[in-house]
């Protein structure tokens, strides 16, 4: 167990090497980046709350990936969320190549999007996507194999079948 002080080490520790990511995995989701930030926030105070103990760091990122995905998904599903006019973001801080990417990849169904985002911008493997998403390695392989043919089509000019995240 954990005394006040490792807990706050920890979240803070885990605050600096995470936040960003969870974010990202919140925004493919909502699409807003303020609502994926009030996420992350979520997701930290849970963690601080809950005093949750990790086998190592990628045990506990993959929890906080797991809690951001629930929490987005939670968010989702509210009355107030689905009932108000998001504010587009805006990308115009890429280079264009890379705003239209992101662009084509938030507007894919999230079923191809999550794992899509998971494996080229979070790193991991289709093994490691399947036990984050509670869903089986070839059904993650299959979801991020039509996800990536649908990307193929909306950028086009792709000389193979790997789109480049």
């Not at 801080?93 to 899509?116: C, G, M």
Request: glycine share 4%; charged share 30%.
């Amino acid at each position: 167990m954990y005394n006040s002080f490792e807990l706050n080490e920890s979240v803070r520790r885990a605050l600096d090497l995470y936040s960003q990511s969870l974010i990202r995995v919140a925004f493919t989701y909502l699409k807003n980046t303020a609502d994926a930030e009030e996420v992350a926030q979520d997701v930290f105070l849970a963690y601080l709350q809950r005093h949750p103990v990790f086998d190592n760091d990628e045990h506990e990122k993959a929890w906080l990936i797991r809690a951001t995905i629930n929490k987005s998904k939670n968010m989702l599903k509210t009355g107030w969320f689905r009932s108000r006019n998001p504010v587009p973001e805006d990308l115009s801080y890429l280079p264009k190549e890379e705003s239209d990417v992101l662009q084509a990849v938030l507007a894919l169904d999230k079923k191809y999007r999550i794992p899509i985002h998971l494996h080229y911008y979070e790193g991991y493997s289709i093994q490691e996507i399947a036990t984050i998403l509670d869903a089986k390695p070839a059904t993650v392989g299959t979801w991020m194999a039509r996800g990536r043919a649908i990307l193929k089509e909306k950028i086009g000019g792709m000389e193979d079948e790997e789109v480049c995240l």
